[in-house]
């Protein structure tokens, strides 16, 4: 069974400019969440999917947004892009909302420059 | 609000000698709590949940609803244990999973 698979891997934008990252879940998983990680904060939980529909967001200004598709993808975009925003970005895939256990990509990680 | 705290950035230990990497929670509820672990150039992936009350790669924790505690441990490291480990945890909803900011681990030969 494929991995959790997410694209980019790498990219390099520069400030103002806007990024949307990919995610691909685990055949048969339905709920996709996205996390953001720094050497400084750790795991911040960015938001949750499950069927299309947001389950859960996390403590982020509006400029980050996502969605589902009915295949169960899921993108993440981040508009007006801060130099801030450089991070790893994990995508995470579960059967279920409040599932235990939550298999990761290799993430995609964003310089901003 | 739930929040996930461990106080070791890095923690180094010799091989075979006992490890335990600290985490405390605040969450008023019955968590469910885990700790996933992420080896050099590797997924971040689970390692072990407080429910099943498992041994994993010689890995145990305990959840300590008094001292709100669910610390990791092993008795004996090894050279393949050093990694980056997460705690994690979910309140009994379907809300998300909650890090804490990871504790390094390095097994020195």
Redesign the interface.
Known sequence: KA??TQTPRYLIKTRGQQVTLSCSPISGHRSV?W?QQTP??????LF?YFSETQ??K?NFPGRFSGRQFSNSRSEMNVSTLELGDSALY?C?SSYW??A???????GSRLTVL | AQRVTQPEKLLSVFKGAPVELKCNYSYSGSP?L?WYVQYSRQ????LL?H?SRESIKGFTADLNKGETSFHLKKPFAQEEDSAMY?CAL?DS??????????TRLSVIA
């Open positions: 991995g959790v969440s996390y400084g904060q750790g795991l911040q939980f949750e389950r859960n996390g994990l995470a909302t409040g235990g256990e939550l298999f990761f990509g290799e | 469910e885990f997924r971040l992936q689970l949940r429910i997460y979910r909803g379907n809300t998300p999973l909650v890090f804490g900011k990871g």
